[in-house]
């Protein structure tokens, strides 16, 4: 066990999963820093830090964007520290059928919910590789085994992220560093109110907790995955959905 305070960057915090993760890693007393796609939005994320007794900032930071990585990375490394706990949340959908599915929303999910995983994770295992600590939570999908319809795109980005994370959980152990995967089901928010109301009834009935599941309840499986309590888990994936796919 350690006292020190440690610092985690949480990619895409500025509502939803990631922002509860944050509000959650707070609670836990470590300093937060979430990301957010614009100014204003980062401006927002250091608000409700401070409202919610945390410390840490919002930062602006595009995933998709390798400059943009260093740039967040390196103004933490000045103004915090290095992160040892990185949580790769920043996530986008762009669905349709195969048929219908455009080569660039193809690209665009690939790029924002996979290869960011390559670029963030990356560019902080150098810190984590130093402290000789590190806990790395990629927030995966129920859809990375289960598929979806009109999700070909978002469901191999996500399949591909567990498969990431296994390998590099493989490469980075002896460091005590771990990597693993929380795949959500269905949770309530911006991403899935965007689904059809008939969609969402159907939806529903192949979840035996039958509801959908709360940001909070994400956050709580992050919180443990990153905590000292997990030390010995790695290369896993752990499920978070209502039951829907066991
Ligand atoms: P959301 O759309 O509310 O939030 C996504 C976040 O990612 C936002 O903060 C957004 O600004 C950020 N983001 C998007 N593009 C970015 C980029 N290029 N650079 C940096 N940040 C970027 O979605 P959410 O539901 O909170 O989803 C969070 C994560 O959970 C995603 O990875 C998503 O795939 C995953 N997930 C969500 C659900 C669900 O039911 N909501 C289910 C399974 C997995």
Not at 30 to 43: D, L, Y
Not at 116 to 139: E, P
Not at 161 to 171: H, K, P
Not at 200 to 229: C, K, M, W, Y
């Amino acid at each position: 066990m350690t006292t020190e305070r440690r610092i985690a960057l949480v990619t895409g915090a500025s509502r939803g999963i990631g922002q509860a993760i944050s509000r959650e890693l707070g609670r836990q007393g470590r300093i937060v820093i979430g990301t957010a796609t614009s100014e204003k939005g980062a401006q927002a994320i250091s608000a409700d830090l401070e409202a919610h007794g945390i410390e840490g900032a919002g930062m602006l930071l595009n995933v998709t964007d390798q400059a943009s990585v260093d740039a967040v990375v390196k103004e933490i490394g000045e103004r915090f520290g290095a992160p040892t706990i990185l949580v790769n949340n920043a996530g986008i959908t762009r669905d349709n059928l195969l048929l219908r599915l455009k080569e660039e929303d193809w690209d665009a999910v690939l790029d924002t919910n996979l290869k960011s995983v390559f670029r963030v994770s990356k560019t902080c295992l150098r810190g984590m590789t130093k402290a000789r600590f590190g806990r790395i939570v990629n927030i995966s999908s129920v859809v990375a085994t289960m598929g979806n319809l009109g999700q070909a795109n978002y469901a191999a980005a996500k399949a591909g992220m567990e498969g990431f994370g296994r390998s590099l959980a493989r490469e980075v152990a002896s460091r005590n560093i771990t990597v693993n995967s929380v795949a959500p089901g269905f949770i309530a928010t911006d991403m899935t109110e965007a689904l059809p109301e008939a969609q969402h009834t159907a939806l529903l009935g192949n979840i035996p907790l039958a509801r959908l599941g709360q940001p909070e309840e994400i956050a709580a499986a992050v919180g443990f995955l990153t905590s000292d309590a997990a030390g010995y888990i790695t290369g896993e994936t752990l499920q978070v959905n209502g039951g829907m796919n066991m």
